[in-house]
């Protein structure tokens, strides 16, 4: 059920670099009374041109953007111009994506998105999404929601800064005998520092344990 003709519209601006996919969204929201597209963008680049020419209120953003800024960089930068600029008004960021790792969870939420939504969100969940984040409140998809209060309840692993060295060497592709002859240790050493990363961190290849660490922001 949509709202009446009367009751202002929430203007939508839409990032996301697949075409098909905006015009999946511009079909979902045109059939709304409450809420207009009034414009597209393929790239942040071209969401930062747009949105200074149309001045949305919420901007649904994709995360993962062919080239240039991504979606995290594009929201800062949306909203480090608005606040440079008084006159501007600020617009609300909803990141909608297919990812839902806690460390693109994390980076979005602190570059300031508003909201964070999967597109395997119901359309119903994306309506009610965007009439939130355009009054300011944060929205978060249920799964989100999960992911969010379980990182909050389960600390991440700690190791010690012998241990973030072999980390860094793995993340550079290095074998056992590299990191070894790199951080004067014997090849037996760095084996049982690997046996530790990989059980604290609940994996079993190293491709997996670079994969988690970078996720956790270990290797930053």
Same mark, same amino acid.
């Given at each position: 059920?949509?709202?009446?003709?009367?009751?202002?519209?929430?203007?939508?601006?839409?990032?996301?670099?697949?075409?098909?996919?905006?015009?999946?969204?511009?079909?979902?929201?045109?059939?709304?009374?409450?809420?207009?597209?009034?414009?597209?963008?393929?790239?942040?680049?071209?969401?930062?041109?747009?949105?200074?020419?149309?001045?949305?209120?919420?901007?649904l953003?994709?995360?993962?953007?062919?080239?240039?800024?991504?979606?995290?960089?594009?929201?800062?930068?949306?909203?480090?111009?608005?606040?440079?600029?008084?006159?501007?008004?600020?617009?609300?960021?909803?990141?909608?994506?297919?990812?839902?790792?806690?460390?693109?969870?994390?980076?979005?939420?602190?570059?300031?998105? &508003?909201?964070?939504?999967?597109?395997?969100?119901?359309?119903?969940? *994306?309506?009610?999404?965007?009439? $939130? #984040? =355009?009054s300011? +409140?944060?929205?978060?998809?249920?799964?989100?929601?999960?992911?969010?209060?379980?990182?909050?309840?389960?600390?991440?692993?700690?190791?010690?800064?012998?241990?973030?060295?072999?980390?860094?060497?793995?993340?550079?592709?290095?074998?056992?005998?590299?990191?070894?002859?790199?951080?004067?240790?014997?090849?037996? &050493?760095?084996?049982?520092?690997?046996?530790?990363?990989?059980?604290? *961190?609940?994996?079993?290849t190293? $491709? #997996? =344990?670079?994969? +988690?660490?970078?996720?956790l922001?270990?290797?930053?």
């Amino acid at each position: 059920m949509t709202s009446s003709p009367a009751a202002r519209q929430v203007r939508i601006l839409l990032c996301d670099d697949h075409a098909v996919v905006r015009a999946g969204l511009h079909a979902l929201l045109s059939g709304r009374d409450d809420m207009t597209v009034v414009g597209e963008a393929a790239s942040g680049e071209e969401a930062l041109a747009v949105a200074a020419r149309v001045h949305p209120d919420v901007i649904l953003m994709d995360l993962k953007l062919e080239g240039g800024s991504d979606g995290i960089a594009t929201t800062r930068q949306l909203l480090n111009r608005a606040a440079a600029d008084p006159s501007m008004p600020t617009p609300r960021v909803l990141v909608l994506t297919m990812f839902d790792t806690d460390a693109d969870i994390t980076r979005a939420l602190k570059a300031g998105a &508003t909201g964070y939504l999967l597109k395997a969100d119901r359309p119903q969940v *994306l309506y009610e999404a965007i009439t $939130a #984040a =355009a009054s300011g +409140r944060t929205v978060l998809s249920e799964r989100v929601t999960d992911r969010v209060v379980q990182q909050m309840r389960t600390p991440p692993p700690s190791f010690s800064e012998r241990e973030r060295h072999i980390l860094r060497q793995l993340a550079e592709g290095r074998t056992n005998r590299e990191i070894a002859r790199t951080l004067f240790l014997s090849e037996t &050493t760095v084996k049982s520092h690997l046996r530790r990363i990989f059980l604290s *961190l609940e994996v079993q290849t190293r $491709a #997996a =344990a670079v994969s +988690r660490a970078t996720e956790l922001r270990l290797l930053d």
